[in-house]
């Protein structure tokens, strides 16, 4: 009697235990189930899409470069024996600034002028002879043979000896000189680099919309934090007629460096186009953007709920960008809350602009 009373307890304790365990199941599996929220409202706030004046000037970024830019390089193997520059000399269009040794040259070309003087005399001897009937036609073509290839060959030493000055190419500046006089070059080697900043260059990309209101020779102003408050005045000089994969076309601007102030290659400075001209264009902040301006598309409200909406965007102005098309003035996009949105969210507004 006592065994069958020990085996109903445990069997009890047992039954206990698994109703406890099925219970607490249960209970877990009620908390893992997802919560239907697409019939929540989110809470945004939206503004109303609108035109706003947009004045057509604009600036954009960018660093100088030079007009001209050359290495200079010799053309000849060969000790240099003269060297007469230093970095930031200023050197003139066709100044000679060095020379490579040509002492052996210059004694081969005494040699061949000599040679040269002599066949000269026996090609004019030979035609008076001829004209006196005391030469052949042929003796005076063969001394003319002779007198000619001597003198092409007194030219060719006289080329090689020419080609032994180093000269400059352009007027400008000395920069990166790496030879000194007594070393010896191979040809092409550079010795130095002449750089001329009379005129700077400036290379900035325009969107197609302001590609199109700009012509070659239009005035612009260029300034600097180098010098603050003060423009300097630019020429646009070149519009590629072709635009990148983002429709943006490379323009260059011209800049005179010869003021007061002078600007050196590789400073970051702001090219400012002008226009008088002003329209109304429809603008909205920056901040409807979903995922910014890689990837532009806003919320649009529509009843109750939002439609997910690409737009093209056109210029920036300050927090606000222009919308090229996607939006009309009137409709109501989100300015905040997108994070928790999905095309076709329902909506409870907040805010309204």
Do not use: C, W
């Not at 445990?10 to 249960?26: G, Y």
């Not at 001897?125 to 092409?152: Q, S």
């Not at 060959?153 to 006089?181: C, H, M, T, W, Y």
């Not at 092409?188 to 700077?200: D, E, H, R």
């Amino acid at each position: 009697m006592k065994k069958i009373l020990i085996i109903g307890g445990i069997l009890a304790l047992v039954a206990i235990i698994t109703l406890r365990l099925i219970s607490n199941k249960k209970t877990l599996n009620e908390s893992k189930q997802v919560v239907d929220r697409s019939k929540i409202p989110v809470s945004v706030s939206v503004i109303a899409v609108e035109e706003k004046p947009l004045n057509s000037s604009f600036q954009l970024p960018a660093s100088l470069d030079p007009i001209e830019e050359s290495k200079i390089a010799v053309t000849v193997a060969g000790k240099i024996t003269r060297l007469s520059i230093e970095n930031g000399s200023r050197v003139s269009k066709g100044q000679v600034i060095g020379t490579i040794d040509s002492q052996l040259k210059q004694l081969n070309l005494e040699a061949v002028e000599l040679s040269e003087a002599k066949l000269k005399r026996d090609y004019e001897r030979t035609k008076e002879l001829y004209e006196g009937k005391a030469a052949t036609e042929t003796n005076v073509i063969d001394a003319k043979y002779a007198y000619d290839n001597k003198r092409i060959e007194a030219d060719q030493i006289r080329k090689q000896i020419a080609d032994g000055n180093i000269i400059a190419p352009f007027s400008g500046i000395i920069s990166n000189k790496s030879l000194n006089v007594g070393e010896f070059t191979n040809v092409g080697t550079v010795i130095a680099t002449v750089v001329n900043i009379q005129k700077l260059k400036a290379v900035v990309y325009v969107n197609e919309k302001d590609a199109y209101r700009l012509q070659n020779g239009q005035n612009v102003s260029v300034s600097t934090d180098v010098y603050p408050g003060q423009e300097f005045k630019g020429k646009i000089s070149f519009i590629s007629p072709k635009g990148d994969a983002a429709h943006n076309y490379l323009v260059e601007v011209l800049i005179d460096n010869n003021g007061k102030n002078i600007l050196k290659a590789g400073t970051y400075v702001l090219v400012k186009f002008r226009s008088e001209s002003t329209a109304s264009v429809i603008q909205i902040p920056k901040i409807a953007l979903a995922e910014g301006l890689k990837n532009p598309y806003v919320y649009v409200v529509n009843g109750n709920k939002v439609a997910s909406r690409k737009i093209i965007t056109g210029r920036e102005v300050g927090e606000y960008v222009e919308v090229v098309s996607g939006l009309k003035t009137g409709e109501q996009v989100v300015i905040n809350g997108q994070i928790n949105l999905t095309n076709g969210s329902i909506i409870s507004i907040v805010g309204n602009k």
